[in-house]
Protein backbone atom coordinates (compact mmCIF):
# COMPACT_ATOMS: atom_id res chain seq x y z
CA UNK A 1 0.00 0.00 0.00
CA UNK A 2 1.38 3.46 -0.88
CA UNK A 3 2.06 5.78 2.16
CA UNK A 4 0.24 8.63 3.07
CA UNK A 5 1.80 12.38 1.90
CA UNK A 6 1.39 15.20 3.89
CA UNK A 7 0.16 18.61 2.58
CA UNK A 8 2.40 21.11 2.25
CA UNK A 9 1.65 24.29 0.14
CA UNK A 10 5.87 23.86 -1.01
CA UNK A 11 5.04 20.00 -2.64
CA UNK A 12 1.77 20.96 -3.99
CA UNK A 13 3.48 24.57 -5.81
CA UNK A 14 6.42 22.02 -7.03
CA UNK A 15 3.48 19.03 -8.26
CA UNK A 16 1.77 22.43 -10.21
CA UNK A 17 4.85 23.19 -11.88
CA UNK A 18 5.48 19.87 -13.18
CA UNK A 19 2.22 19.84 -14.32
CA UNK A 20 2.38 23.47 -15.87
CA UNK A 21 5.64 21.60 -17.99
CA UNK A 22 3.78 19.07 -19.33
CA UNK A 23 4.09 16.06 -16.88
CA UNK A 24 1.26 14.37 -15.98
CA UNK A 25 -0.31 14.02 -12.79
CA UNK A 26 0.04 9.87 -13.25
CA UNK A 27 3.75 10.49 -14.21
CA UNK A 28 3.95 12.81 -11.42
CA UNK A 29 2.42 10.60 -8.87
CA UNK A 30 5.02 7.82 -10.05
CA UNK A 31 7.92 9.14 -10.03
CA UNK A 32 8.50 8.49 -6.47
CA UNK A 33 5.80 7.20 -4.38
CA UNK A 34 7.27 8.00 -0.83
CA UNK A 35 6.96 11.67 -1.51
CA UNK A 36 4.12 12.35 -4.20
CA UNK A 37 0.67 11.73 -3.06
CA UNK A 38 -1.82 10.17 -5.28
CA UNK A 39 -4.17 11.96 -8.12
CA UNK A 40 -6.75 11.76 -6.24
CA UNK A 41 -4.84 13.59 -3.09
CA UNK A 42 -3.95 16.33 -5.66
CA UNK A 43 -7.62 17.27 -6.66
CA UNK A 44 -8.17 17.44 -3.04
CA UNK A 45 -5.28 20.03 -2.15
CA UNK A 46 -6.36 22.09 -4.78
CA UNK A 47 -9.70 22.73 -3.40
CA UNK A 48 -8.38 23.64 0.18
CA UNK A 49 -8.07 27.37 -0.61
CA UNK A 50 -8.47 30.11 -3.09
CA UNK A 51 -4.63 30.42 -3.63
CA UNK A 52 -4.35 26.55 -5.02
CA UNK A 53 -7.22 26.49 -6.55
CA UNK A 54 -5.73 29.60 -8.89
CA UNK A 55 -2.90 27.94 -9.11
CA UNK A 56 -4.33 24.10 -9.84
CA UNK A 57 -6.16 25.93 -12.67
CA UNK A 58 -2.52 28.05 -13.98
CA UNK A 59 -1.03 24.62 -13.89
CA UNK A 60 -3.91 23.00 -16.11
CA UNK A 61 -4.15 26.01 -18.59
CA UNK A 62 -0.30 25.33 -19.11
CA UNK A 63 -0.28 21.68 -19.81
CA UNK A 64 -3.27 21.94 -22.43
CA UNK A 65 -0.87 24.33 -23.96
CA UNK A 66 1.94 22.64 -23.82
CA UNK A 67 -0.17 19.71 -24.61
CA UNK A 68 -0.52 21.22 -28.09
CA UNK A 69 2.81 22.45 -28.65
CA UNK A 70 4.40 18.48 -27.87
CA UNK A 71 1.21 17.65 -31.03
CA UNK A 72 2.82 20.55 -33.60
CA UNK A 73 6.37 19.25 -33.13
CA UNK A 74 5.25 15.74 -33.15
CA UNK A 75 3.54 16.52 -36.54
CA UNK A 76 6.28 18.59 -37.76
CA UNK A 77 9.12 15.84 -36.94
CA UNK A 78 9.61 12.54 -38.83
CA UNK A 79 10.09 9.24 -36.60
CA UNK A 80 12.10 7.21 -38.08
CA UNK A 81 11.51 3.53 -37.65
CA UNK A 82 11.28 0.34 -39.13
CA UNK A 83 8.07 -1.73 -40.10
CA UNK A 84 8.20 -5.55 -40.58
CA UNK A 85 5.70 -6.54 -42.72
CA UNK A 86 5.14 -11.11 -42.70
CA UNK A 87 3.72 -12.50 -46.00
CA UNK A 88 3.53 -16.36 -45.95
CA UNK A 89 7.08 -17.67 -45.32
CA UNK A 90 8.82 -14.21 -46.66
CA UNK A 91 9.46 -11.21 -43.88
CA UNK A 92 9.87 -7.74 -45.60
CA UNK A 93 11.46 -4.96 -43.67
CA UNK A 94 10.84 -0.98 -44.37
CA UNK A 95 12.78 2.29 -42.88
CA UNK A 96 10.72 5.40 -42.89
CA UNK A 97 9.06 8.15 -41.29
CA UNK A 98 6.44 6.13 -38.85
CA UNK A 99 3.51 8.98 -39.80
CA UNK A 100 1.02 6.26 -38.89
CA UNK A 101 2.53 6.54 -35.19
CA UNK A 102 2.73 10.27 -35.23
CA UNK A 103 -0.77 10.79 -36.93
CA UNK A 104 -2.18 8.43 -33.50
CA UNK A 105 0.02 10.41 -30.99
CA UNK A 106 -1.22 13.85 -32.56
CA UNK A 107 -5.03 12.79 -32.83
CA UNK A 108 -5.03 11.43 -29.37
CA UNK A 109 -3.86 14.65 -28.03
CA UNK A 110 -6.17 16.73 -29.70
CA UNK A 111 -9.08 14.26 -28.86
CA UNK A 112 -7.87 14.72 -24.94
CA UNK A 113 -7.68 18.47 -25.08
CA UNK A 114 -10.78 18.56 -26.91
CA UNK A 115 -12.73 17.06 -23.78
CA UNK A 116 -10.76 18.89 -21.42
CA UNK A 117 -11.16 22.45 -23.13
CA UNK A 118 -13.70 23.78 -25.55
CA UNK A 119 -11.76 26.01 -27.82
CA UNK A 120 -9.74 22.29 -28.80
CA UNK A 121 -13.03 20.95 -30.23
CA UNK A 122 -13.21 21.42 -34.19
CA UNK A 123 -17.12 20.96 -33.75
CA UNK A 124 -18.71 22.89 -36.99
CA UNK A 125 -22.14 24.23 -35.96
CA UNK A 126 -24.23 23.75 -39.19
CA UNK A 127 -27.83 25.44 -38.66
CA UNK A 128 -29.93 24.48 -41.15
CA UNK A 129 -32.44 22.28 -39.60
CA UNK A 130 -36.05 23.38 -37.72
CA UNK A 131 -33.98 25.40 -34.68
CA UNK A 132 -35.27 28.80 -34.46
CA UNK A 133 -33.84 31.31 -36.28
CA UNK A 134 -31.61 29.27 -38.94
CA UNK A 135 -31.13 30.94 -42.02
CA UNK A 136 -32.55 28.72 -44.55
CA UNK A 137 -35.94 28.69 -42.65
CA UNK A 138 -35.45 32.41 -42.56
CA UNK A 139 -34.98 32.49 -45.96
CA UNK A 140 -38.07 30.29 -47.25
CA UNK A 141 -40.08 32.31 -44.24
CA UNK A 142 -39.42 35.49 -46.28
CA UNK A 143 -40.24 34.01 -49.94
CA UNK A 144 -43.61 32.65 -48.63
CA UNK A 145 -43.99 35.82 -47.02
CA UNK A 146 -44.35 34.67 -43.27
CA UNK A 147 -41.75 36.17 -42.28
CA UNK A 148 -42.04 39.36 -40.00
CA UNK A 149 -39.96 41.86 -41.05
CA UNK A 150 -38.90 45.13 -39.63
CA UNK A 151 -40.69 48.10 -39.98
CA UNK A 152 -39.18 50.78 -41.07
CA UNK A 153 -38.91 54.11 -38.46
CA UNK A 154 -40.26 56.75 -40.61
CA UNK A 155 -42.68 56.58 -43.88
CA UNK A 156 -41.24 56.67 -47.30
CA UNK A 157 -41.49 60.65 -48.73
CA UNK A 158 -44.32 61.17 -50.80
CA UNK A 159 -47.08 59.38 -49.33
Known amino acids: MRPRV ?11 DRRASG ?3 SAICRSDESRYPTRRSITIWAKIDEVNAAMYQDAEVAFEESL ?3 ALDIARTP ?3 IE ?3 RGENTETRTGD ?5 KLQVDTIFKMLAIKN ?3 RSNVNVNHGGQSGNPIGMLIAQVNGTAILPVPDEEPDGE
Open 6 to 16: KYSHELFTEIC
Open 118 to 120: EKY
Open 68 to 70: FDS
Open 23 to 25: ETF
Open 98 to 102: MLGHR
Open 79 to 81: QEG
Open 84 to 86: TVQ
